[in-house]
């Protein structure tokens, strides 16, 4: 029997910062990239464009980072963001952080 193996290929853009291989990696391995991306709208806002709408709040990472892991609905339009509870507090915050350092 012959295997065929796939690689999936993960470009990032000039979008990300540069400390962002880390985040980048555990965005997808918690699923993220599922509904997300950085620069384009998917399911869900585009990274960039969370960043541009929470920039300059000082309560947006304590915010999102409970977004989330709780979900939350009516932000960006009718489709809810569902609950991970795969993310930790510390694992939401680290992605938070990374999200709105995109530009």
């Not at 990300?16 to 709208?41: G, I, R, T, W």
């Not at 339009?77 to 350092?101: C, D, F, H, R, S």
Request: charged content about 20%; proline content about 6%; hydrophobic content about 50%.
């Amino acid at each position: 029997m012959k295997r065929t193996l796939l690689a999936l290929a993960v470009t990032v853009s000039a979008a990300v910062p540069a400390f962002a291989a880390d985040e980048l990696a555990l965005a997808q391995s918690k699923n993220c990239m599922s509904c997300h991306a950085v620069d384009k709208k998917l399911v869900g806002p585009a990274y960039k464009d969370v960043a541009a709408k929470y920039a300059g709040q000082k309560d947006a990472v304590a915010k999102l980072t409970t977004k989330v892991m709780k979900g939350g609905s009516g932000v960006w339009g009718p489709v809810p963001m569902p609950a991970n509870p795969q993310v930790n507090e510390a694992e939401a915050k680290k992605l938070v952080t990374w999200i709105l350092a995109t530009k």
